[in-house]
């Protein structure tokens, strides 16, 4: 059963995401349920937080650019009303794998502390930004950054049959193997696109919980072909995250120096 948390753990989250660069998060969508029946509702919720306990957000058409279900029947545009929670609640056409797509708008953020910006490079793996930012020339007393998120979610409907598909985001993970219905035993192949590239050499970052709660972390890297083989186990929830920074010309001060691209994809491993 799928465990949310409470009114307090919710409000404790959403101040202490308010209180802290958003940037330091991951961005997910979580289902409700993740194996369907053909015509049920697929209901999922948009987050934002670390080590998958965060703050849920609504529908709000202005704060994405893409919010769709992808299936055998096309693509949907998902639709709501102005703060609907579950962001997600419709009946999709369709059966077999869906792969559920949303991207946010660009956001921006200001790092007031060098030692914020450079950690968070180190933990995403992007050590090489910080001695460029100095070969650029540019200040440690405010570090400009804009990001955005790319998320990808999969569920079953009906009998789950089918595949995951890239779906034209700026970075995304792709499924290479059926969470519902292929043998996982060897392991849960994915592969990590950059403008519609493989991402070589690139952290992946596995997020797993158990039944109980329980949260651990793995990091992976990719092969020259973007791909990597994570573990799975049946029963348990998962977030792979990856991300992209790239450097953004400066023409004023307060303009942004960098960009970070947020990719996830989320799944279930059936018992």
């Keep these: 059963m799928r465990r949310h948390p409470?009114?307090?753990?919710?409000?404790?989250?959403?101040?202490?995401?308010?209180?802290?660069?958003?940037?330091?998060?991951?961005?997910?969508?979580?289902p409700e349920v993740f194996a369907l029946e053909e015509g049920?509702?697929?209901?999922?919720?948009?987050?934002?937080?670390?080590?998958?306990?965060?703050?849920?957000?609504?529908?709000?058409?202005?704060?994405?650019?893409r919010f769709?279900?992808?299936?055998?029947?096309?693509?949907?545009?998902?639709?709501?009303?102005?703060?609907?929670?579950?962001?997600?609640?419709m009946v999709?056409?369709?059966?077999?794998?869906?792969?559920?797509?949303?991207?946010?708008?660009?956001?921006?953020?200001?790092?007031?502390?060098?030692?914020k910006f450079a950690a968070f490079c180190e933990h995403k793996d992007f050590t090489w930004a910080i001695g460029r930012?100095?070969?650029?020339?540019?200040?440690?007393?405010?570090?400009?950054?804009?990001?955005?998120?790319?998320a990808k979610s999969l569920v079953a409907l009906g009998d789950g049959a089918g595949a995951d598909r890239e779906v034209g985001l700026l970075t995304e993970i792709v499924a290479e193997a059926n969470p519902?219905?292929?043998?996982?035993?060897?392991?849960?192949?994915?592969?990590?696109?950059?403008?519609?590239?493989?991402?070589?050499?690139?952290?992946?970052?596995?997020?797993?919980?158990?039944?109980?709660?329980e949260v651990t972390i793995r990091l992976y890297r990719t092969d020259d072909q973007g791909r990597a083989m994570v573990e799975v186990k049946p029963g348990h929830f998962y977030l792979v995250d990856a991300v992209v920074m790239r450097e953004l010309e400066v023409a004023e001060d307060t303009d942004?120096?960098?960009?970070?691209?947020?990719?996830?994809l989320t799944f279930e491993v059936p018992e």
């Design 92 to 115: 999709p056409e369709g059966r077999g794998l869906a792969t559920i797509v949303h991207v946010t708008r660009d956001y921006s953020l200001t790092y007031r502390e060098w030692e």
């Design 6 to 30: 409470n009114r307090l753990t919710r409000l404790t989250w959403a101040l202490a995401l308010l209180a802290s660069p958003l940037s330091a998060h991951e961005f997910w969508i979580e």
């Design 256 to 264: 942004p120096a960098w960009e970070s691209l947020w990719a996830s």
């Design 180 to 213: 519902y219905t292929d043998d996982l035993s060897g392991g849960f192949p994915v592969r990590v696109l950059y403008e519609g590239a493989p991402r070589a050499d690139a952290q992946v970052e596995l997020f797993e919980r158990d039944a109980a709660g």
């Design 40 to 65: 049920a509702p697929v209901m999922a919720q948009t987050l934002v937080g670390s080590e998958l306990k965060g703050a849920t957000y609504s529908y709000n058409p202005q704060n994405f650019t």
């Design 68 to 89: 769709e279900i992808v299936t055998d029947a096309g693509v949907q545009p998902v639709e709501g009303r102005l703060g609907d929670k579950p962001a997600l609640n």
């Design 133 to 150: 930012h100095l070969e650029r020339g540019l200040g440690q007393e405010r570090v400009y950054e804009r990001y955005s998120r790319h």
